[in-house]
Each structure stands twice: as C-alpha cells, then as structure tokens.
C-alpha cells in the first residue's frame, strides 16, 4: 500500500514537471524567438539586409502574387518558394509585410480590387504564354502571370518573379528565378519605400551616344535614380553630387582641365561606368558602302586608365561566337537579296563566373569592341574580368580594313586562335592621380585641395562604347527606341547588355550590400529523366510493393514481440 501510495506521488511530481517545463519552453520560445534553417544551401533564410530592410519597415507593405503555380510542375515549385520566401521574410517585419496569393482573373473581375487592377492596366503587365502537352499529346496553350504587387500606403510596385533567358533552358530559368527571388523582392521594396533619389549623369561634350540611343539604359536606371546629362565645364567638384557618371562612347578627345576634374571626382569617391571604344569605325561608310577602315581612337584617356589599372589596346576583336546580320548577297545587277550572316565583329560576350554582376547574365553583344589589359602594379586595385570573348577569337591591330563580304565568305576555324580574351573588367580600391606631381591644368575653377590618392571606390571599364546603346527606328520625328538586347532579326529579346549594365551600375553605386542578395545559389536536384524512363518499371514496382512490404515485416515484428511478452507475462 505505501509502494502504491509514493509511486502515485512520483507520477504526479513528474506530471507538473512536465507541464513546467511545457511552459517555460512556451514563455522562452515567446520571448527568445529564433528560425533554424536546415538546408544546405541556406533557401529560407533571409540575408542579414533583407532582415534589417523588413524589421525597419514604418508603414505596412502588402504584397500581392498574381503567379499562378497550378499551370505545371515548374512554375508550382516557383509559386512555393516565393510562398516559403515571403513567410520566413515577414516573420521579421513586426507584422508590416503581409502578402496573398490571387489569381488575375479575379484581380481584373473584382471591384474589391479595382487599383490594383487599374495598376496592372497601367504598368503594361502581361501574361507569358507557357505550352503544357496534353493527354492525348497536343500542345495546350496557357497563360502566366509572373507578377507580384508591392503596395504603400497607394503606391504600387511590379516585381517581376520570372528570369527568362533565351539562352538558358525552361529548368536553368525557373531555378535562376528562384535564386533571385531575394534580390527582386527586396529591390522591389526598396524602390517603393525610397523617399530620396540619387543622382547619375551621363558625360557629354565629345559626341558620346545621345539621349535616344540610351534611351532604354536611361529608362531602366530612372527607377533607381535620377538621370542627367552634361558637359565638364571645368568647376573643380562640379561631379561631387553625383553618385554614379557614365561615358558612353566618347568620339572627341577630352581636355586636360575635363580628365583633372573627372580624376578629382574619382578620387573624392566619385565611381565610373568606362565604355570606351579602342578602335574609331564610321557606321556610315560600312552602311552606304560595305565596308570601311578601323583607326586608334585617340581619346587623351589612356593615361587615365592606365594609371588606374588598365589598358584598351588598338585592336578589333573577331569571335567564331556572334550576332548575325543581313548582307545583300545577290550578284551585282539582280534585285538584293539579304541573307542573315555570322558578323564577326559582334562578339557574343561570356560572362566570367566569380562575380556577382554577371550572375545569371546571358550573353552580352559587343560591337567593334577592343580588348583590355591589366596593367599596374598597385596592389590596393582590385582587378576582376567580367566579360570575355569566347574560345575561338582572334584580333586585328590597326589600321585596318573592315569589309562586310567578310560575312559572306567562309571562315577557316583555325583563323580563330585566341581565347577568352577580356573585354570588361571591374577595378575596385584606391587609385592614384593621373595629376600627381603635375600642374593643374588651366581653365580649372576654383581649385579645390588636390587629392593624389582616392578613397576606396569602384569603376568598370569595357571596350566597347556601343555596349549601351538600343538600335532606333525611324527617322527624326519619328525615331523610337528599341529596347536594348533586341534583336532586329529574331524579334525577340536576345541579349543581355541590359541586366548586366544594370547590375554594373548597382554594384560600384551600393553601399548597403543589396547586390549580395544575387549571390544566393539554389542547387537543382532534378531527376535523370534518360534513367527513370528506361527503369520507369522497375520504379513503379519499388514504390508501390516496398511500403507493402515495410508495412507487412512491421506488423509481423509487432506480432511477435507482443506474443512473447504475453507467454513471458503468463509463464506459458
């Protein structure tokens, strides 16, 4: 009776103990709260920016997905990461990030949903169409809304969840749209939330492209900043509020007192996107008479860029790899007959793995472009090669002719020697002065203190000053843009010089880290399709009768243990 009596008292003790613990745990979890990702790759974790973004929001953001992950298998899995993303994200906003999943044809038939409706209307979103086989092998058409809404306090945003690459495959698209789920939506934000606008200003005076020939690059970097465009008069510091200058594609040499206040801009921290052509080509004459002459494109730049890392040499670069374009190949005397040709000197840029701007880039077009190399021996530069030539290139020095019947006849692959020869290159560190034990040039006004020395700063240089520049069509008052990456022939979006200028721009003007949010890398775990059809039997069979079979050894195993403990229990 007493055994009886102290083990009902050692179960109620262990009982409140129990329950004690249940909720301490309860209070600790309430005032200790923390996420474990377990993960290889670290996919549901939030990167420390992105956390301190959303745990500093002051008015609420409510995001809506109009991606539909019902339409197949990939884009299911894309709508589920966006879904895990945006509910490990707004775990850390206090309650201010708040997001639904809505179809678009209730967003458009609902009057509960009327702005966001007419913000779809506005913004010129519209539906990708994605082809699905049927059962009885058809192709059915279907349409997708890659979309997400971001929205403050009347303020509307698109987010564009897709990366939709002509280059890369259905799969390598959706798991690089995963990969930069982060990025876009944290960018998405911030532009929402922004309430002060940097500046850039694109450096004129030396018949640089014009306002229409960038325009595309200018429209995509007004969502960031704010976008100028002057002469260097020569005021000392007259570049100081700008963020970011872009020379796009000088074809006049600059002055001394114009390079004295660029390289003082550079110095006080100023950073610059270089597109500088090494080799002079007249469009004009290879367009009314086929053909031309390349000459050194003496711009008084090179002592500049040398000093500061690096050199654009007089060379014409030839790539197996490049873009196409119409030759008339009709015999002299018969109507033209144009026949689109592998144009030589139009590489197709690679993108050199090992740094985040080109992360995810297609192939860039280059036109005319020269190559860089690394000079210097000033060990606080970092020099890093983004785009490169492909494997089987070759170089002209100049002078030299440029024929478009190049196009026309064949080629001999062994003509193409060189490989991956640089054509742009990061520079990151402290630079020295072009000016350092020089005289100030006249003309500049005032004279602010000369620094020989700069802080640490950033610039790209690439050797091709057309790299940022949208074809136009049409004629003075009826010219339009094209938007840069098109390609005439094709009609579609082919190249990628957009993404990667941007990516450029973002990465030498960011001071918070946002750019690291590409760094993140999802590993595809897809299954050998070439195996499992061959063994789709076998498969079949393992997944079906192993549970059958697990299931049947269980309930023997629990059979047996309990008739032995019965016979133990009852001596039989």
Known sequence: MKFKELKHKSTLVNSVVAVAIFFGVVVIGQLMWFRVDFTADKRWSPAKVAKNFVSGLKKPVEVTILLDGSVNSGFGRLSDAVRDYLTALSAYSRGQLTFEFVKPETIMGSTNNLPIAAFIKHAGLSPINVFEEG?????????????AIAACEGKYFAINLLTNSKAQSGEANLNASIENIEYNMLDGFRILMSSTTEKVAFIEGHNEASELEVFDF?????????????AISGKAGELDGYKAVIIAG???AYTEKEKYVLDQYIMNGGRVLWLVDGVKISQDSLKHHQETFGFFNDLNLGDMLFRYGVRINAQLIQDMQCAMVPVNVSAPGEPARFKPLPWYFSPLLQPVEGSIIVRNISPVKATFCSTIDAVSSNTTVTKTVLLTTSEHANTIDVP???????SVEPVDARYFTKSRLPVAVLLEGEFQSVFTNRMVPDGVQPVKQFRDKSKTTKMVVIADGELATNDVQGTLANASALPLGYDRLTRQMMFDNRNFLMNAITYITDDDDWIQLRNKQVEMRLLNKAQSNDNRLLWQLINVLVPLVLLFVTGLTIRFFSLKKYRKTHHI
């Not at 059962?135 to 979309?147: E, L, T």
């Not at 200018?218 to 002057?230: E, K, M, N, S």
């Open 250 to 252: 000088p074809k006049t």
């Open 400 to 406: 030299a002719p440029v024929d478009l019947s190049l």
């Open 218 to 230: 200018t429209t995509a970097l007004a969502r960031y900043f704010r976008v100028d465009r002057g």
């Open 135 to 147: 059962v009885k092998g058809q192709a059915i058409r279907q349409s997708v809304f890659p979309y």
